[in-house]
């Protein structure tokens, strides 16, 4: 088997995009992100600002996407951009922090909340959130192992659930009596973030959180290969899948914010293990509605697990495919066409990252180093326009040269202030990434 079967159709491709967005950050980054900015509306704000960022992100690899429908993603872009040895970076990226950290993290985010809701004793709580994690990564990288169409399935049945338990809390928000519109309106004094980094500062800080919770939207790309007629429905199904996406976000932040004033928000920021939606909703409907939501983040969490597993592993079959990888990854599952080896070894550096206990660091680097490769396609975007003009393009990112020049902007600003703000994340990303150096040159000589 040389290439995989086109079985996922326009609606699903856009539920996949959906799937890989929403995880646990809409749920919690409330917390910390009111502490950082002290207002409801510069909370807001962020969450509105970093949709309308990864909006522009999602139509600017739509041009991508349409003329590169190939397995891989992004490192099909930069091998068509900037050579081999930035695409493997970007994969090796990919595998070392990027997506695996991203699986690791939400497992075990998994792994808090069921805990969470079992309540066991303290002391047995870290380990049986690890053992969790690690059955929740083997059971979903069994589920995608077996098949693309299978996996999509599952993904498919539980944003369904998502969709429809959204709605009831959005309902129950409004409907509370503790709700008022001041509450969107009090802010507090100055925090120490604002004081210590400037309005600006605090914004890309606590805009952090909102990205990270947007993190995913551009991982429908690996599977290119897979989807029905790719020139048109990737485009779509970006585009379409991130806008629902920014809606569902800032409707349920201004739910919180409508049912709780914004100083509840900054104490909770005290108490990491504590999930402000569940707060929120606690307030409203009590312990059932606590743990109803508490139930929607384990079907959240599971299912953008899952699609972080389905398509990230696409990215790993591709490198291995070129001689840029472990040569076991590049085989397709006779059976169940699905690049089985390449999603045992994501399963397995993820489990490690879960034991580790060092992931936690890890995703604090995830944004900065993904959006240095989201900057760099938004950028290829413009050079492949004046490179190679006659290129067929299905789809032209709208209000070009402005919206990839607008996101790549936002993409240079973010890292920059990251490299300030956090330079120890911003440099340990880099070295992670630049340890795939030696591995390149061993794979290039043998090829």
Same mark, same amino acid.
């Given at each position: 088997m040389t290439g995989f079967a086109r079985t996922i159709s326009l609606r699903s491709a856009v539920l996949l995009v959906v799937s890989g967005i929403i995880g646990s950050g809409v749920f919690k980054k409330i917390a910390p992100m009111s502490e950082q900015l002290g207002s409801p509306v510069l909370v807001l704000a962020c969450w509105? /600002?970093? =949709? /309308?960022?990864?909006?522009?992100?999602?139509?600017? +690899?739509?041009e991508m996407a349409g003329m590169f429908p190939e397995s891989g993603g992004e490192y099909v872009y930069f091998k068509k951009t900037y050579g081999r040895l930035f695409a493997f970076l970007y994969g090796w990226g990919a595998f070392t922090v990027m997506r695996t950290a991203t699986i690791a993290a939400l497992a075990h985010i998994f792994g808090q909340s069921l805990v969470s809701l079992l309540n066991p004793i303290d002391e047995t709580a870290d380990t049986l959130v690890q053992y969790i994690a690690t059955a929740l990564i083997v059971v979903l990288s069994g589920i995608n192992y077996r098949g693309v169409s299978f996996a999509e399935g599952v993904s498919r049945a539980l944003i369904y659930v998502t969709f429809v338990a959204i709605a009831i809390i959005v309902y129950l928000g409004f409907q509370s009596d503790s709700g008022s519109i001041r509450h969107l309106t009090q802010s507090l004094p100055a925090t120490k973030t604002i004081t210590q980094n400037g309005l600006l500062g605090a914004l890309v800080a606590a805009s952090l959180g909102a990205f990270w919770g947007y993190e995913g939207w551009n991982q429908i790309g690996y599977i290119g290969e897979e989807i029905k007629n790719p020139q048109r429905n990737l485009p779509i199904a970006l585009s379409v899948g991130t806008s629902i996406v920014v809606a569902i976000y800032v409707l349920l932040n201004v739910v919180y914010l409508y049912v /709780?004033?914004? *100083?509840?928000?900054?104490?909770? %920021?005290? #108490?990491? !293990?504590? &999930?402000?939606?569940?707060?929120? &909703?606690? !307030?409203?409907?009590?312990?059932? =509605?606590? @743990?109803?939501?508490?139930?929607?983040?384990?079907?959240? @969490?599971? !299912?953008?697990? !899952?699609?972080? &597993?389905?398509?990230?592993?696409?990215?790993?079959?591709?490198?291995?495919?070129?001689?840029?990888?472990?040569?076991? %990854?590049?085989?397709?599952?006779?059976? +169940?066409?699905?690049?089985?080896?390449?999603?045992?070894?994501?399963?397995?550096?993820?489990?490690?990252?879960?034991?580790? =206990?060092?992931? *936690?660091?890890?995703? *604090?680097?995830?944004? $900065?180093?993904?959006?240095?490769? +989201?900057?760099? @396609?938004?950028?290829?975007?413009?050079?492949?326009?004046?490179?190679?003009? *006659? /290129?067929?393009?299905? #789809?032209?990112?709208?209000? #070009?040269? $402005?919206?990839? %020049?607008? $996101?790549? =902007?936002?993409?240079?600003?973010?890292?920059?202030?990251?490299?300030?703000?956090?330079?120890?994340? %911003?440099? @340990?990303?880099? $070295?992670?990434?630049?340890?795939g150096l030696p591995f390149y040159w061993f794979w290039r000589k043998k090829m």
């Amino acid at each position: 088997m040389t290439g995989f079967a086109r079985t996922i159709s326009l609606r699903s491709a856009v539920l996949l995009v959906v799937s890989g967005i929403i995880g646990s950050g809409v749920f919690k980054k409330i917390a910390p992100m009111s502490e950082q900015l002290g207002s409801p509306v510069l909370v807001l704000a962020c969450w509105i /600002l970093a =949709g /309308l960022v990864s909006l522009a992100g999602a139509l600017t +690899y739509a041009e991508m996407a349409g003329m590169f429908p190939e397995s891989g993603g992004e490192y099909v872009y930069f091998k068509k951009t900037y050579g081999r040895l930035f695409a493997f970076l970007y994969g090796w990226g990919a595998f070392t922090v990027m997506r695996t950290a991203t699986i690791a993290a939400l497992a075990h985010i998994f792994g808090q909340s069921l805990v969470s809701l079992l309540n066991p004793i303290d002391e047995t709580a870290d380990t049986l959130v690890q053992y969790i994690a690690t059955a929740l990564i083997v059971v979903l990288s069994g589920i995608n192992y077996r098949g693309v169409s299978f996996a999509e399935g599952v993904s498919r049945a539980l944003i369904y659930v998502t969709f429809v338990a959204i709605a009831i809390i959005v309902y129950l928000g409004f409907q509370s009596d503790s709700g008022s519109i001041r509450h969107l309106t009090q802010s507090l004094p100055a925090t120490k973030t604002i004081t210590q980094n400037g309005l600006l500062g605090a914004l890309v800080a606590a805009s952090l959180g909102a990205f990270w919770g947007y993190e995913g939207w551009n991982q429908i790309g690996y599977i290119g290969e897979e989807i029905k007629n790719p020139q048109r429905n990737l485009p779509i199904a970006l585009s379409v899948g991130t806008s629902i996406v920014v809606a569902i976000y800032v409707l349920l932040n201004v739910v919180y914010l409508y049912v /709780l004033p914004i *100083d509840s928000f900054v104490k909770l %920021a005290s #108490y990491p !293990n504590q &999930i402000a939606a569940v707060e929120v &909703i606690r !307030n409203v409907a009590g312990w059932a =509605g606590a @743990t109803f939501i508490s139930v929607l983040i384990l079907i959240t @969490t599971s !299912n953008s697990t !899952n699609a972080s &597993i389905l398509m990230p592993a696409r990215v790993f079959y591709a490198m291995a495919r070129d001689g840029l990888f472990f040569k076991a %990854a590049a085989t397709i599952h006779p059976r +169940y066409q699905t690049p089985s080896v390449a999603i045992l070894l994501q399963a397995g550096w993820s489990i490690a990252l879960v034991w580790s =206990g060092s992931f *936690d660091q890890l995703t *604090d680097m995830l944004v $900065f180093a993904s959006f240095i490769f +989201y900057g760099a @396609t938004a950028l290829g975007v413009i050079i492949l326009r004046r490179q190679q003009p *006659d /290129l067929s393009r299905p #789809y032209r990112v709208i209000g #070009y040269p $402005f919206i990839p %020049a607008f $996101f790549c =902007g936002c993409c240079a600003l973010l890292v920059m202030m990251t490299f300030i703000n956090q330079p120890r994340e %911003a440099l @340990t990303g880099l $070295f992670l990434i630049s340890t795939g150096l030696p591995f390149y040159w061993f794979w290039r000589k043998k090829m």
